[in-house]
């Protein structure tokens, strides 16, 4: 028969045996590590705070929007070249080309010529046309202008030009790379004008008159 034994849970141990060490010693690991726990968690809920503290005058202050702008308006200035400066084209007065054209025909019959219909003349004819027309005209250049070649080397020869030439006295031609100094073959040596002699115009004269027709009585 089995014998039932009351159990009295108000006794209290009075020795400590290796399994009670073990157990007082879990307890109080797992309150060492729920303690720790709330440490770390409180310290890193500062940590956040703190920082956005400390990010809220510069994400949201007027001050710093400035200056970004600023910044901003200063690389645009640095991206954004300035437009270079418009051309401006000079318009020149019909009356010294209309003159010079004139001279050309009184000298040498230049208009007479090139418009004559050569197709039914001879070679020959041309070409004895052609020597009077190059005589007069080289009489209308030599009275009224100074001219001088630009290039004193003789056509053919190797030039060499510098850094700096002037591009509107020498023109390039070929295969154009990289930058001066530039070594060629000179190919025309070029003309220019140092002395202009043209003569005065009467008040009221006609300048598109370049030659006046010629009646005989």
Sequence with gaps: MNMIYPIDLSLKPTTFDLWHVCLAGMVVLLAFMFISLLLVMLIS?????HKAASLMP???SA????????KIVEVERVVHAPAPEPVILKEATPDA???LLSLLQKEARFIDFIKE????????DIGV????????????????????????EQEG???????????????????ITGAAPFTGTLIHKGWQVTN????????GHDAKILAAAEVDL
Excluded: W
Excluded at 129 to 150: M, P
Excluded at 157 to 175: E, I, M, P
């Design 129 to 152: 046309a052609a020597r009077v027309v190059h005589e007069g005209c080289n009489k209308a250049l030599n009275e009224h202008f100074t001219l001088v070649a630009i290039r004193t």
């Design 97 to 99: 080309a209309l003159q």
């Design 58 to 60: 510069t994400q949201f």
């Design 117 to 124: 219909d050569v197709t039914s003349y001879s070679d020959a």
């Design 196 to 203: 202009i002699r043209l003569p005065k115009l009467t008040q």
């Design 157 to 175: 020869s190797k030039v060499t030009l510098s850094q700096g030439f002037d591009a509107g006295a020498v023109r390039l031609t070929g295969n």
């Design 45 to 49: 809920r500062m940590r956040c705070k």
């Design 63 to 70: 001050e710093p929007v400035v200056k970004v702008v600023e």
